[in-house]
């Protein structure tokens, strides 16, 4: 049978606040992992805008939260991706903030080749999808340049033999730029001198190069690493001078093989791609030349040949001009006497064109007739025309005078206007002592109205007379 719990247990026991215990749990983790190293896969790399690096370490069954201050990422070895398995060297803490523990990372290098040949094809796929390795993107190397570029380490034997080949088979200017070829700085010191050859100007105090050689002798997988990191690919891609690479041996292939625009097997291979054998040119000249003086002869020869030929086939040139000097004889004198003829011919056409012509005179003396005709027409029909015009306003005149009011005033009406002019047709119109002008037929004269008498109807009795006698006067107006 179970016991219950035991009544009244650490009652007198001590306890400890949250930070407290926080401070407890960290003195005790940072203690006993120190310095520990893991084996893992990169998950959800993210990078501050303060510069810290933040990611996640996982194996098939548990994760660890991992942080790399930005004093130390700069100096990581490998810069973490998602997917890359690492070995991340560091010490264990705790974030109170979060109840978690973490790494902080010091060290960080790639956990065997393989990881890094999956790394390197993942690189190798997501450049090539944006088209930096495409075919149409090669450029042709020069056939005689007359300053080669060369990025490599200033002090190894690479560059060395490089500037002994080229010193046996062509003269030409070499421009060094020193780098680091492994290592953490090797990349960006790389990228940046491939950078600065590009954008030297043309007709700067040092000549711009023809061609760039990026070189590095041959190495393992992980000391050739700089020239797989993708600054350095990117440059040799953007690059407007035509690039070399020439990295390792025949049998090391790195990212910015794919991306320059030829590789060389080798870095001594390298120097004789770029310029060719001297002691050939001289040769091929020799031949060139002596094929030139061949040809020249032979052209010589068949001009003199075809110049014979053709002074045998020429004729006499006084017996040339003397016949042409014939031909001119017959010909000017059958432009004579075919001259005469088109003038005679031209004349009897004008003789008879002449007697066909109508004389002028006589055309204008009917132009006039008609003329005259047309303006009797024409005078005739205005009078006819102005006559039918006048009736018809005689017409109206008379009209007008039979409707005129005038004539109502010869009836005995009279027509009362306000001193200005308006006429009056009712006496409500006109205040008491309103003075007026009243119209008679034979003249007008001015009135002074008094009040209205009139009485006004009642709302039962229907006005007659005077309504008929305001209605007539309403059709006065």
């Not at 009652?11 to 006993?32: D, H, M, Q, R, W």
């Not at 006499?316 to 001009?321: A, L, M, Q, R, V």
């Not at 004008?350 to 132009?367: D, I, K, T, V, W």
Request: contains cysteine.
């Amino acid at each position: 049978m179970e016991e219950g719990p035991p009544q009244n247990i650490g009652e007198n026991t001590p306890y400890f606040t949250i930070s407290e215990l926080s401070k407890a749990i960290k003195a005790t983790v940072e203690g006993a992992f120190e310095f520990v190293r893991v084996r893992a896969e990169i998950s959800r790399p993210t990078r501050a805008a303060s510069g810290h690096l933040y990611f996640t370490l996982k194996d098939d069954r548990s994760t660890l939260a991992a942080v790399c201050w930005k004093t130390v990422a700069g100096n990581l070895a490998i810069q973490p991706e998602e997917g890359l398995e690492v070995i991340a060297s560091g010490r264990l803490t705790t974030f109170a903030g979060q109840s978690k523990y973490q790494i902080v990372v010091s060290q960080m290098e790639i956990a065997g080749e393989g990881a890094l040949l999956k790394q390197l094809e993942e690189r190798r796929r997501q450049l090539a999808a944006e088209g930096l390795f495409d075919a149409d993107r090669k450029q042709p190397i020069p056939a005689m340049p007359t300053t080669i570029g060369v990025v490599t380490s200033p002090t190894g034997a690479v560059i060395r033999d490089i500037l002994h080949r080229l010193s046996d088979r062509f003269g030409v200017r070499v421009l060094v730029w020193g780098t680091l070829v492994q290592g953490q700085s090797a990349a960006p010191q790389v990228a940046t001198a491939i950078y600065g050859f590009d954008s030297m100007p043309h007709d700067g105090p040092l000549p711009r190069p023809d061609v760039l050689i990026v070189a590095r002798g041959g190495g393992a997988l992980e000391d050739l690493w700089a020239f797989n990191e993708e600054e350095v690919v990117r440059a040799v891609a953007a690059c407007q001078i035509p690039v070399i690479s020439a990295i390792g041996h025949e049998t090391d292939t790195t990212l910015i093989d794919f991306a320059a625009d030829l590789r060389a097997p080798t870095p001594t291979a390298a120097a004789e791609m770029a310029v060719p054998v001297k002691s050939e040119l001289v040769a091929l000249m020799a031949e060139l030349d002596a094929r030139l003086t061949r040809a020249t002869a032979n052209k010589i020869n068949n001009a003199s040949q075809l110049l014979t030929m053709a002074e045998r086939a020429l004729s006499d040139p006084d017996e040339f001009i003397a016949r042409r000097g014939e031909m001119l004889d017959y010909a000017v004198s059958g432009l004579a006497n075919g001259l005469e003829q088109w003038l005679s011919v031209r004349a009897l056409r004008l003789s008879n064109a002449a007697g066909r012509l109508y004389p002028p005179e006589r055309q204008m003396a009917e132009a006039k007739g008609r003329l005259s005709e047309l303006s009797l027409r024409l005078t005739k029909s205005m009078a006819i025309d102005l006559e039918r015009r006048q009736q018809a306003v005689e017409h109206v005149g008379r009209l007008l005078d039979a409707n005129s009011f005038e004539r109502v005033l010869d009836r005995g009406f009279a027509l009362v206007t306000n001193q200005h002019g308006v006429p009056v047709k009712r006496s409500a119109e006109l205040p008491t002592h309103a003075n007026a002008l009243v119209r008679f037929a034979d003249g007008q004269r001015h009135a002074t109205f008094d009040k209205d008498t009139a009485t006004p109807p009642s709302p039962r009795q229907k006005t007659k007379p005077a309504a008929r006698h305001d209605q007539r006067q309403d059709d006065l107006f």
